[in-house]
């Protein structure tokens, strides 16, 4: 079996992540957004990497928690980690509701309807301007502090905040891998058509994998609302949804930590292109895509993977 | 109210046909190969380049292009076929979407470096602009011709595909890759000529789109999500479910926007997601 | 019509073969009574249970198993693990994700113990992959016997092994419990009527006739059906 063990390079990890408070703290910005982009991808790498569906809406899910936890900051009170929750919760529910719909089909079909699921939650929203502001989003709120710390402009309140959900995040998802349904989601990935004839109930177990990446995607939004006190469409939009998936196959999916490995190279690499118009940023993102599939299949830490492992 | 109704029929009618000639080669090579293509629309986007810049910069007559649009389009389809996507055909679905966005978000940029993100425009002929009366309602001289073009090119198709040995190749890989080659097809040279042929008449598609609906980079992000839904709703592999498919697309987009304008795309999708759910194979398809 | 007027018994403890010609719809059949296909018309009852409108997991769950005839494995499970999934989800414990499986003792230890019964206990912890092809096939078979079925279909469990290889594979086979009942869809006569008390023979999607290995040998309606084929029916 897998081992679940603690790996001593796991530590190391965790500890760098709080090497930016000490060595770059003009870029905490930068690295809270990291973190939040990070969680995300570990929501999609659960449905996509553990449980084989390939979703081009994901976003949904995401601009959900972020407009819920804006909205409430907005219109109820400032307290962000019950938004928190709340965006949580109203993201699982659209996406307990959508995953009745999305278990029912595979390849092409599947691809469309998140797809088009995503367009639809996105074009809903624009229209219901005068809950979220339409194309201008939602503004003037702000969540001045979490749990007595004030999120300053250095970005240290923020970066800590993210950090700490997304090691939250983290946690969960290690233990669903590891559990009996992380085994059964990854016999569906392996293979849908044996899991029916081991008496698996693999719906059931779809919808409830998407469901808690839904709320996980949620999650992730509201940080976002917190820390920026902004919300846009984009948020919904299919570039968050096509970034996201580009995030993950770089980093490498259904290996826990691709998620997290992809956000940081990507964004950091965006910020350091940001001078460069942004189409030539999807230039080398499109050349960067080719490459991943034609010579790293598994992403950046798949083919660490296979540099490292003995041949057997 | 009448007139109008006509008009909205007509308009969506010939935005449909324009569909229908880029999507058509994507249903076919999605059901032969299952291979799915998202650049599909960067080849239509070459061939609208190619007709601009012969026209503008050459002084080309704009018919003469169009032949130039889909020879483009179609060279171009057959050297990424045999250099990238040949290797993929047993991949995953994932793999070849990422690859094939990779391509797009490469020809977007491409695109936009040497011709900027602007709008191009190109002149049509004299001949073909204005519009024509017809029972007091005026309908545009260049979507009557868009119209006429398509239906002829639908015409050559079927004639292809149903009286041809070469047609009878493509629709027996098609329906069944395995028994095809069994029958001593060569699939895979049927599938590259499909290719350039699909590619070719993308190309065409985005020739003639120039006047309809303009050209910028961003042209095979935003029009790939149409051609998705036709052939999704179509049916991978028919051209008839394409063609079906095109004209509901067509026409409900614009009645959409004619009659409900606040409801946006909201509809196209709505009836995507409720067409597909329905018949996740599509409306005509088998796999 | 792939398969009409099928009325198949299955009486308990017995093992059963189905044979016939390629085409002749013993995929179907199996496919039928799993819950792959739907008929469009009859009845499918398990000790005594319509189990007709059932989805194939809940007929499973009833205790109905089955192999399939091209390998149908997890590529990137090990062979302990794709065992060890079965038992959780016949025990209905694959909903868990809280509790880390290594707290699952019991059920890996059962999954590992399905696997040496079948000898495959070297390839435990081996990616199904990298199993050999013969290995794979076991793998089949202990994925099936892993849900503690009451009838076991194997859908041509030797197909692809060669002749040589396949001895072992039918006395794993022999040795599986006598309270199950097999029905095994098979081409090698001389396996039939080794392991077989009684045979189906199916036509053109149709049962041709079924009995006791004597009367099948006997039958001439079968010897016109085998009539050259590289199978004799022994005398």
Redesign the interface.
Known sequence: MANANIKPLEVVFWLCTLLPFVLTPNYLSLASQIAITALFALSLDLILGYAGIVSLGHAAFFGAGAYTAGLIAKHYWAEPLTGLLLAGISAGILGYALSHIIVRFRHLALIMLTLGLGLLVHEAANSASALTGGADGLQGFRVPAVLGFKFDLYGTTAYAYALLVLFLGFLVSRRIIHSPFGLALRGIRENATRMPAIGAPSRAHLRKVYTIAAVMAGIAGALLTHTTSTVSLETLSFGRSADVLVILILGGAGRLYGGIVGAIIYMVARDQFSGINPQYWYFWIGLLLVAVVMFLPNGILGGLAKFSRPRS | MLASLAGVLFDGFAYGMLLFLLSVGLTVT?GMMNF?NLAHCSFAMVGGYATVTLMNRFGWPFLATLPMAFVAAALLSIFLERT?YR??YR?S???Q???T??????????F??FYT?EQQSALVPEYLRGSVQILGQGFATYRIFLIAVSLAITAVLVLLLERTRFGARVRAAVDNQRMARGLGIDVERTFMITFALGGGLAGLGGALAVQMVGLD?SFALAYL?YV??VV?VGG?GSIGGSFVAAVVLGISDMAGKYYFP?????LI??V??AL??WR??GLFGKR | MVAQDVELELPHGVRHALIGPNGAGKTTLINLMTGMLAPDAGQILLGGEDITGLKPEARVRRGLARTFQINTLFPQLTALESVALAVLERDGHAHNWWRGLTRFGAEVDEAASILQSLNLQKGLHRLTRELAYGEQRLLEIALALATRPRVLLLDEPAAGVPRDESAELFSAIAGLSSSLTVLFIEHDMDVVFRFASRIHVMVGGRILVQGTPDDIARDPRVREVYLGRAHRVPA
């Open positions: 999605l799915v990238l290797r993929l991949a679905d994932l793999d979407c990422l690859l966005i990779g391509i797009v978000f490469i020809s977007v940029a491409a936009a470096w993100s980079p999500v998705l839904i999704a991978l606040w409801l946006g795309a909201f999708y709505l995507m997601v597909l759910m996740p194979l």
